[in-house]
């Protein structure tokens, strides 16, 4: 793995070492025995497909690095109820401890909730390692998200194999157009284009309309971070967007 700048630089340094800690107590024979006992994951494709308009994966997030405390309080049993019922078309899940206060006892939670009525979870964290994939499938995630920045081309074709093979939908971030050209080498079904630069932090809409014109059909375009509000929704959706989260 290349060195990383920044935040994100300073977020996956973390990860590493959590990443390790977990495998102290639950070794990653462990974990894929699990996983490989689960039920069968549901298809992110097939919900973003299916609906008509705009998909919404909708988020869980207690607090980020750009933003402080958000939710603090948050229950996400009760939260996926809320999105469940709301009509959401997959639920994400921030499992990253240090800087958003998540877990992978949330991620458990949700989808408990979320699987009865085949809305699929997705697992949102730093994934740099295989263990990371199998434990998400244990705790119930039907998908991951696999962020370009943080993953060398080798690494990230062996993570989404490894993902796929287990018949997980992963969702592919990029923010720039090399990132994306690195995610196409394995034309991956989804795409997420994220408005938030991870090493800066700034965020501008624009990012997605650049990107979206480049994704080739019949990838699913994915808009994350950046909306607040239905104007910018709408701002996406003229940029060619189906799903945003």
Known sequence: MNEIPGILGEIVAKR?????????????????????????????????????G???IAEMKRSSPSAGSLDPDLDPAQRATLYCDAGAAAISVLTEHDYFSGSIEDLTAATRIARPTSVPV???????DEYQ?????????????LIIAILDPSQYADLFAISTSMGMDVLVEV?????????????PPIIGVNNRNLKTLKTSLSVFEQLAKKIPSPSIK???SGMKNS????????????PFS
């Open 16 to 52: 590493l070492g959590t990443i390790e800690q977990a495998k102290q107590l639950h070794s990653l024979k462990e974990v894929r025995s699990v996983a490989e006992n689960s039920e069968a994951p549901l298809s992110l494709q097939e919900s973003l497909r299916t609906r008509n």
């Open 54 to 56: 705009i998909s919404l």
């Open 122 to 128: 997705l697992r949102k964290d730093f994934i740099v």
């Open 133 to 145: 994939i199998h434990e998400a499938r244990s705790a119930g995630a039907d998908c991951i998200l």
């Open 175 to 187: 923010f720039d157009e090399p990132e994306l050209d690195i995610a196409m080498e394995i034309e």
């Open 222 to 224: 994915v808009a994350e």
């Open 231 to 242: 104007t910018d929704v709408r701002r996406m959706g003229r940029a060619g967007l189906k």
